[in-house]
């Protein structure tokens, strides 16, 4: 996977904003990351060496380097990616980072940091063998397509798929066996984690659709009007990591990592 640097210069944060940061940070003592770990590379679990369940990833990877670079360590929470912007605002973590465009009507409920990745763009997996079965978006007309609840996969199912039956989950490895077991015709994913699929399952096909159209940077949610003040510093470390190829590190630890994600 590879990654697209952000336009603009971000500069070090101070005055009212580093004293409004500290008063949160005394409240709260350690900033709490939530995601939906179900998505390698981007977030999953994996058994560490002494068994333990962990999740990882590059977004979690970004998150703890946010959090270091308060000075702290952040608490990682797995969450249904349909309930992240609701538990969030409900004070329950402080922002996630799961793989989250901008699709317009999250940012009318949550603050959004500059851009941290641009994924491939969306792929369309189908069973392997009916991939040529399929060559514009119409021809899923009367099929059954999965995508990921709430996602911008699935608003393509809904608005770009005439005649398509959507088929949506909170859970990637549900929708995935939903596909291998003849539940759903087909499925959008993000470009690389449906290469992640596609790498571990040979029974599996991307069908050659190209949807370039629909690429847009994952960005670090906040709750809206960022009470703990929290985007400067964000928006500062994604701006370091990507400069000085930290986030390339990232990004190569987490596709390492994948072949160790956990499947339920």
């Given at each position: 996977?590879?990654?697209?640097?952000?336009?603009?210069?971000?500069?070090?944060?101070?005055?009212?904003?580093?004293?409004?940061?500290?008063?949160?940070?005394?409240s709260r003592g350690i900033p709490i990351l939530g995601t939906s770990a179900d998505y390698p590379p981007f977030e999953f679990h994996i058994l560490d060496e002494n068994g333990e369940d962990q999740i990882v990833g590059l977004d979690v990877?970004?998150?703890?380097?946010?959090?270091?670079?308060?000075?702290?360590?952040?608490?990682?929470?797995?969450?249904?990616?349909?309930?992240?912007?609701?538990?969030?605002?409900?004070?329950?973590?402080?922002?996630?980072?799961?793989?989250?465009e901008d699709d317009g009507e999250r940012s009318q409920n949550a603050n959004c940091s500059d851009g941290y990745y641009s994924d491939l763009p969306p792929k369309i997996l189908v069973k392997a063998g009916n991939e040529g079965n399929y060559?514009?978006?119409?021809?899923?007309?009367?099929?059954?397509?999965?995508?990921?609840?709430?996602?911008?996969?699935?608003?393509?199912?809904?608005?770009?798929?005439?005649?398509?039956?959507?088929?949506?989950?909170?859970?990637?490895?549900?929708?995935?066996?939903?596909?291998?077991?003849?539940?759903?015709?087909?499925?959008?994913?993000?470009?690389?984690?449906?290469?992640?699929?596609?790498?571990?399952?040979?029974?599996?096909?991307?069908?050659?659709?190209?949807?370039?159209?629909?690429?847009?940077?994952?960005?670090?949610?906040?709750?809206?009007?960022?009470?703990?003040?929290?985007?400067?510093?964000?928006?500062?470390?994604?701006?370091?990591?990507?400069?000085?190829?930290?986030?390339?590190?990232?990004?190569?630890?987490?596709?390492?990592?994948?072949?160790?994600?956990?499947?339920?």
């Open positions: 996977i590879a990654v697209e640097k952000p336009v603009g210069v971000v500069v070090a944060f101070g005055g009212q904003t580093a004293i409004k940061l500290t008063k949160f940070l005394d990877a970004l998150g703890r380097q946010i959090a270091e670079d308060m000075g702290l360590e952040c608490e990682v929470v797995h969450m249904d990616f349909d309930n992240l912007f609701t538990l969030m605002n409900n004070g329950q973590c402080d922002m996630i980072i799961a793989a989250l060559s514009s978006l119409e021809d899923f007309d009367g099929m059954v397509v999965g995508a990921q609840m709430a996602t911008t996969k699935a608003d393509i199912v809904t608005n770009d798929m005439p005649g398509a039956t959507p088929n949506f989950m909170s859970s990637v490895i549900d929708l995935v066996n939903a596909l291998v077991y003849d539940q759903v015709d087909a499925l959008i994913l993000d470009g690389a984690v449906a290469d992640q699929y596609l790498e571990s399952n040979p029974d599996l096909a991307a069908v050659d659709i190209d949807l370039s159209g629909y690429v847009e940077p994952y960005r670090v949610w906040v709750p809206k009007d960022d009470p703990g003040n929290l985007l400067p510093s964000i928006n500062e470390t994604i701006a370091r990591v990507l400069e000085d190829g930290t986030m390339d590190s990232f990004i190569a630890e987490a596709n390492e990592l994948s072949d160790q994600a956990l499947e339920g």
